[in-house]
């Protein structure tokens, strides 16, 4: 089955500093990547979809500024979370598939900013 | 309302009885329908994937979808306590990939 590769799993940063989690697909390749936010005991909340060779496109209330977001090629995308502040401490996890087939995700990243 | 109603539970169960977890949905845009299953700290694993209404079968689970009364299901039979974790729903229309999930369920499975 597909999968979906996600680095690191868990980072611990230093308050304004950024940090870059990658997300890849491993065996199949991906023209769109999906990043959501996860907080304890909630849903997944859709922060992005990344476009290989395009501009991602940001949901309603997420800054683009904070959360950048680069799909360089058909198996890689990464998304850094800049200036990083306590309050962005989540847990960030991206998806990936193709029009045929259902999203697989990668195993999150556990970021906690101190 | 959300496009996407799931009960958060959380449910728990004695090991060996038959699980049913249901979400409902406002959209009948959406064609296909999928059943994730989360352990804490873990990204979600595809557990079932439907397209359309009818049931599908894979070991001990059963997905049915009925879009004439907009209503999902997922059974597990003879559930086990490693099946305890927090079962996401999800939907997507013709065409999209973006998935409309629902709260999750959390379930625990007693030994």
């Known amino acids: 089955g597909a999968v979906v590769s996600q680095h690191p799993s868990w980072v611990i940063c230093k308050s304004g500093t950024s940090v870059k989690i990658e997300c890849r697909s491993l065996d199949f390749q991906a023209t769109t990547m999906f990043w959501y936010r996860q907080f304890p005991k909630q849903s997944l909340m859709l922060m992005a979809t990344?476009?290989?060779?395009?501009?991602?496109?940001?949901e309603q209330g997420v800054e683009k500024d904070k959360f950048l977001i680069n799909h360089a090629s058909l198996t890689l995308s990464t998304l850094t979370v800049t200036s990083a502040h306590p309050e962005d401490s989540s847990f960030y996890i991206c998806?990936?598939?193709?029009?045929?087939?259902?999203?697989?995700f990668g195993n999150g990243t556990r970021l906690t900013v101190t | 309302q959300k496009e996407v109603e799931q009960d958060p539970g959380p449910l728990s169960v004695p090991e060996g009885a038959i699980v049913s977890l249901n979400c409902t949905y406002s959209n009948s845009a959406f064609q296909y329908f999928m059943w994730y299953r989360q352990y804490s700290r873990k990204g979600p694993e595809l557990l079932m994937y439907?397209?359309?209404?009818g049931n599908k079968e894979d070991g001990r689970f059963t997905a049915q979808v009925d879009k004439s009364s907009k209503y999902i299901s997922l059974f597990i039979r003879d559930s086990q306590p490693s099946d305890s974790a927090t079962y996401l729903c999800a939907m997507r229309w013709q065409g999209a990939q973006k998935l409309v999930f629902g709260q999750g369920t959390r379930l625990t499975i007693n030994p």
């Open positions: 439907t397209y359309s209404s």
């Open positions: 998806s990936a598939g193709d029009y045929n087939s259902p999203l697989h």
């Open positions: 990344s476009n290989e060779g395009s501009k991602a496109t940001y």
